[in-house]
């Protein structure tokens, strides 16, 4: 009668088997944290449009002038600051101090930036693709980081004390530096209407373009 034998892996068989299974974690590795790339920058388009939309609806249901700006002085970058503007006590007045509302976080591994591909032809003809966040279009100074919303849905800039009225249009780009430059999304805001849209970088016939979404 003869005996059967089993026999184990050799090996050279275990090893295959062992690289075989790296190469599948590797693989399932880069997809989850090519994924978890992609969800960071959504979330962080989706804060920033969310942020700005609703505070415009929150200054004409309020009747009330609401600011909202981008990495303000003494938070951490990628803060999105809501603040609410008291009227004067007397009709043209001195504003009293803006008042916190609220506060708003992107992910640390999204920045509101620019990269090098950006075209000069700016979503909404908004500046040239160069400054991160580039409000204060048409105002003839410096760009500047924040948008306050008035009762009338509309977008002006403010100095803190007393409302200047002008109407303050811009842009602000997101982007994630290890990522290739068409992740990257933008927001703009038109002054005059307050309109808000969002915009997503292609490569049409060889042209990198912005696109609305």
């Known amino acids: 009668m003869k005996s059967s034998s089993h026999r184990g892996f050799s090996l ?7 690289a075989i299974g790296f190469t599948l974690a590797s693989i ?3 997809s989850i944290k090519s994924m978890s790339s992609k ?3 959504d979330t962080a388009y989706d804060t920033t449009l969310m942020v700005l939309r609703n505070t415009r609806e929150l200054a004409i249901s309020q ?5 909202v700006t981008f990495n303000p002085a003494g938070y ?6 809501l603040q609410y503007q008291p009227p ?3 009709p043209g007045g001195i504003l009293p101090a803006l008042q916190e509302v609220n506060t708003f976080t992107i992910p640390s591994d999204i920045t509101y930036a620019v990269q090098s591909g950006f075209p000069t032809n700016a979503p909404d003809g908004f500046g040239s693709g160069l400054v991160p966040i580039d409000f204060g279009q048409g105002l003839g100074g410096a760009s500047l980081n924040y948008v ?3 009762p009338d849905g509309s977008s002006r800039d403010t100095n803190g004390s007393s409302s200047l009225g002008n109407y303050n249009s811009g842009v602000i780009y997101l982007t994630r530096a290890a990522d290739t430059v068409y992740s990257s999304r933008a927001i703009t805001v038109w002054g005059a209407t307050g309109r808000i849209r969002g ?7 060889g042209v990198n373009t912005w696109e609305q979404q």
Do not use: D, K
């Open 39 to 41: 969800e960071h920058l």
């Open 88 to 90: 004067a006590a007397t």
């Open 148 to 150: 306050t919303f008035f």
């Open 76 to 81: 951490a970058a990628g803060t999105i600051l």
């Open 28 to 30: 399932a590795f880069i």
């Open 63 to 67: 009747s009330h002038e609401y600011v």
């Open 199 to 205: 915009w997503r970088l292609y490569n049409p016939s």
């Open 12 to 18: 050279l068989e275990m090893m295959i088997v062992v």
